[in-house]
């Protein structure tokens, strides 16, 4: 166990509609990121918060939203779904704003659309 | 544009012997290189990181090498173990506007035969 914890791990749903993947960091971890792994790619950078704050933007689409609440959990939002929208999404947390010690990463969402 | 490369996709090695992954960047900015494994199901976890200012790491059975005039990082795994047995991901990071995200290259399957 990580320490990281993302909920569902599994989350099979139509075109068309909308999902909320959550995450809740490592204890004492502010900073909080969140990455795609389509079929055959890399971890893609979607969006980062540290402390609330919304940090850094990757390529994340205009139809997905996050937010990071004042308990230091995160919600990725992820609407109007496409099929190509299928992969897993991790979550990944660490203590400061920079990636210098690496992150911890959950064990991740896997999300189907049919 | 894939800053980070690891353009063999898969390694094969008998167990005992020594398994190089290889890793190329593009993005001068980058400061700090990390290495993650990941196995089926779970999150990646933190192996080994090396500093620009660095050539060397090392830790236990892993050695980190950095080549910045090639732009090439290389992991080196002796002795090799069944259990090194994972996906293997190499990622830099840089300070950009005060977050240093992590970018992933698209991973390289390692297998060790006993």
């Known amino acids: 166990d990580s320490g990281v914890t993302q909920t569902p791990k599994h989350l099979i749903t139509a075109t068309g509609q909308r999902v909320t993947l959550r995450c809740s960091p490592r204890?004492?971890?502010?900073?909080v990121y969140w990455y795609q792994q389509s079929l055959d790619q890399g971890l893609q950078f979607l969006i980062q918060?540290?402390?609330?704050?919304?940090?850094a933007k990757g390529n994340i689409l205009e139809r997905f939203s996050a937010q990071q609440f004042p308990d230091l959990h995160s919600e990725l939002n992820l609407s109007s779904l496409e099929l190509g929208d299928s992969a897993l999404y991790f979550c990944?947390?660490?203590?400061?704003?920079?990636?210098?010690?690496?992150?911890?990463f959950g064990s991740g969402t896997r999300l189907t659309v049919v | 544009d894939q800053q980070v490369k690891q353009n063999s996709p898969s390694l094969s090695v008998q167990e005992g012997r020594i398994s190089i992954l290889n890793c190329d960047y593009t993005?001068?900015?980058?400061?700090?290189f990390l290495w993650y494994k990941k196995y089926p199901a779970e999150g990646p976890t933190f192996l080994i990181s090396?500093?620009?200012?660095?050539d060397k790491n090392e830790d236990g059975r892993f050695t980190v090498f950095l080549n910045k005039s090639a732009k090439h990082l290389s992991l080196h795994i002796v002795p090799s173990q069944p259990g090194d047995s994972a996906v293997y991901f190499c990622?830099?990071?840089?300070?950009?506007?005060?977050?240093?995200?992590?970018?992933f290259g698209k991973g390289m399957k390692l297998t060790v035969n006993p």
């Open positions: 993005n001068s900015m980058f400061d700090y």
């Open positions: 990944a947390s660490s203590w400061t704003p920079t990636a210098a010690d690496g992150y911890t």
């Open positions: 090396i500093s620009s200012i660095k």
């Open positions: 918060y540290y402390n609330g704050e919304e940090r």
């Open positions: 990622a830099a990071s840089g300070a950009q506007g005060g977050s240093e995200k992590l970018v």
């Open positions: 204890s004492g971890d502010l900073s």
